[in-house]
C-alpha cells in the first residue's frame, strides 16, 4: 500500500461528516447554549487543531444555564463573543471542581458528528463530567496531514491543555474510541514512562494493533479490506512490513499503570471483540501461572497433552480465583481483576448488543465507565 493509500484508509480523514460543520457554533449539534467552547490548541510540532470543551453538567445548571427572557428587557443570545468569554473565564473553576474526559474519537467523521455530541452530553449529565473532544490534524478543521506519531502529539496537547488550566492529572480520564483507543494507548503509556498516572483510561471497541486488525477488519461490517490477501500470506506479510500506521496497543498495554476500563460489543462486526479479549488477557497474564514450554514446540504439537493440559487447568483455575465476573440481563459481562503494584484495577464489560458504534448509546456502558474511575459518587 502506497503511503497515500493507507493513510486515507487508516484514518479516512476525508469524510468530513457533517459537511461544512459551524464548529463555532456547537449548539447547532445538539449541545445547549452556552455549555461548549470551541478552541484551538496548537501541537509541540506547531500543529493548529480544533477542539470542543462542555462543562460538566452540574456546572452548567449553575453557572450558565439559559434562562427565560424578562419582560422589558431585550437580550441577544447571538452574541457569542460575551457568551465565549463567559465560559472561558470559568473554564479553571469547571477543571478543579469536576472531573473531565479527554475523548479521542475513531476514524471519519468530526468531533461534530451525530453520535459523538450524544456522547459529550451523555457523559457530562450522566457522569458530571467536564469533556475535551478534540480533532486531529486532517480531521474537521483541523491543518495537518494524520500519522500516529501525529496524532500522539495532538492526544498530548489536549492533555497539556487540560493540565495548564488547571485540572489535576488525577481529575482525567482518558476515553479512546476505536482508531482513538490505539491513540489513547499511546499516550496514556508515555503519561506513564514520565511517572503521571491519569484517573483512567477507556477503551470502547480497541483493536489490538493496526497490523492485527488489518487481518480481520471489515469495512462498515461487510467489506473485507485485506483479508483476501491471506491466502497469499507473503503478499499479505509484504503489505504489513511496509505499515507505517501501527498503534500497537498490545504492545505498550503492559505499561499503563492506570485503571483500565475495555468495553466491546459481541456484534461488533467492523472490529471483533477478540481483540478486547487479546487485550485483557495481556493484563492478566501476570497473575497466571507460565506455560514451561517453549511455544514453538505448543504450536507444532510436541508437548505432551497431559502436561499441557495439567498447565491449562492451573491457569483456569488461578484466573477464576483472581478475576471477579458477573452477568448482568440485557448488558453483557462485565470481568475484573486488580493488578496490584499501585496499577489499578482491570475491567472488561463485552456487551450483548451494541455494534461498532451503539455501545455509547448504552446507558450501563456509560454507567460501567463511572464505576470503574469512581465518577459513579460524583
Given amino acids: 500500500m502506497t503511503p497515500g493509500f493507507q493513510r486515507h484508509a487508516i484514518y479516512m480523514h476525508a ?27 496548537t501541537t509541540s510540532d506547531d500543529i493548529r487543531i480544533g477542539a470542543w470543551f462542555a462543562v460538566a453538567d452540574g456546572f452548567y445548571q449553575k453557572h450558565l444555564k439559559l434562562a427565560p427572557p424578562l419582560r422589558g428587557e431585550s437580550a441577544n443570545l447571538d452574541e457569542k463573543r460575551q457568551v465565549e468569554e463567559t465560559l472561558g473565564s470559568l473554564i479553571p473553576i469547571a477543571l478543579k471542581s469536576h472531573p473531565t474526559i ?6 471519519a467523521m468530526t468531533r461534530a458528528f451525530y453520535m459523538r455530541t450524544r456522547l459529550y452530553s451523555t457523559l457530562s449529565s450522566r457522569l458530571d463530567a467536564n469533556v475535551l473532544a478534540i480533532d486531529y490534524r486532517g480531521f474537521g478543521d483541523s491543518e495537518g496531514v494524520p500519522s500516529e506519531q501525529g496524532l500522539l502529539l495532538d492526544a498530548r496537547a489536549a492533555w497539556d491543555w487540560l493540565i495548564e488550566n488547571g485540572a489535576k492529572e488525577r481529575d482525567i480520564t482518558v476515553v479512546g474510541q476505536s482508531l482513538g483507543t490505539g491513540v489513547s494507548a499511546g499516550l496514556v503509556a508515555e503519561l506513564a514512562e514520565e511517572g503521571v498516572s491519569p484517573r483512567g483510561m477507556v477503551l470502547l471497541a480497541p483493536y489490538s494493533s493496526i497490523a492485527t486488525l488489518l487481518e480481520t477488519y471489515n469495512l462498515g461490517g461487510k467489506l473485507p479490506i485485506l483479508q483476501p490477501l491471506q491466502k497469499f500470506r507473503f503478499i499479505f506479510g509484504f503489505v504489513l512490513k511496509f505499515l507505517r500506521h501501527r498503534f500497537d496497543t498490545l504492545a505498550v498495554i503492559n505499561d499503563i499503570t492506570c485503571p483500565i476500563t475495555i468495553i466491546h460489543a459481541t456484534d461488533d462486526w467492523d472490529i471483533p471483540v477478540a481483540h478486547a479479549k487479546a487485550l485483557f488477557s495481556a493484563l492478566l497474564e501476570s497473575l497466571l501461572p507460565p506455560y514451561p514450554f517453549n511455544p514453538e514446540d505448543m504450536l507444532l504439537g510436541k508437548v505432551p497433552h497431559e502436561e499441557l493440559l495439567q498447565v491449562i487447568n492451573a491457569r483456569n483455575t488461578r484466573q477464576k480465583e483472581v478475576v471477579a ?14 493488578r496490584g503494584d499501585n496499577h489499578g484495577d482491570v475491567t472488561f464489560l463485552q456487551t450483548t448488543w451494541g455494534e461498532h458504534n451503539g455501545i455509547t448509546a448504552i446507558e450501563g456502558v456509560i454507567d460501567v465507565i463511572g464505576w470503574t474511575v469512581g465518577m459513579d459518587d460524583q
Fill in 325 to 338: 465476573t458477573m452477568e448482568v440481563k440485557g448488558l453483557g459481562s462485565v470481568s475484573t481483576f486488580s
Fill in 102 to 107: 479527554l475523548f479521542l474519537h475513531g476514524n
Fill in 15 to 41: 469524510l468530513k461528516f457533517p459537511w461544512n460543520a459551524k464548529f463555532d457554533t456547537p449548539e447547532l449539534y445538539g449541545l445547549a447554549p452556552g455549555k461548549t467552547l470551541n478552541l484551538n490548541l
